[in-house]
Nanobody
Framework: QVQLVESGGDVVHTGGSLRLSCAVS????????IGWFRQAPGKEREEVSC????????YWKGFGQGRFSVSRDNAKNIVYLQINNLKPEDTAVYYC?????????????????WGQGTQVTVSS
């Protein structure tokens, strides 16, 4: 059974940094894609970034402008999302999700497994 567990969310001041982690277990294939999404109060879940088992990275909607960085450690089965220079508008629940494919996707419907989310709150 595939499981994803996020951690690393916290309350930080504007300008701070966080590294979110997503521990993945249960995948038996040699390929997968892990996506990061976030959902702010009253808003739809939006795609942030994704990384494949082969380390191909994708960023959506301007998240690739330098503040967000996705990486993974395949030996530990952990995927990371580094967020620098945090802003109040980054406040959201951050989710990681897995899909049984070697390609990333921006659609939430393309992911088969989801973690429970980790809360990031940025105070001004």
């Amino acid at each position: 059974q595939v499981q994803l567990v996020e951690s690393g969310g916290d309350v930080v001041h504007t300008g701070g940094s966080l590294r979110l982690s997503c521990a993945v277990s249960g995948f038996t294939n040699d390929y997968d894609a892990i996506g990061w999404f976030r959902q702010a109060p009253g808003k739809e879940r939006e795609e942030v970034s994704c990384i494949t088992r082969r380390m191909q990275q994708t960023y959506w909607k301007g998240f690739g402008q330098g503040r967000f960085s996705v990486s993974r450690d395949n030996a530990k089965n952990i995927v990371y999302l580094q967020i620098n220079n945090l802003k109040p508008e980054d406040t959201a629940v951050y989710y990681c999700a897995a899909r049984d494919s070697e390609f990333c996707s921006a659609s939430v419907y393309s992911y088969d497994y989801w973690g429970q989310g980790t809360q990031v709150t940025v105070s001004s």
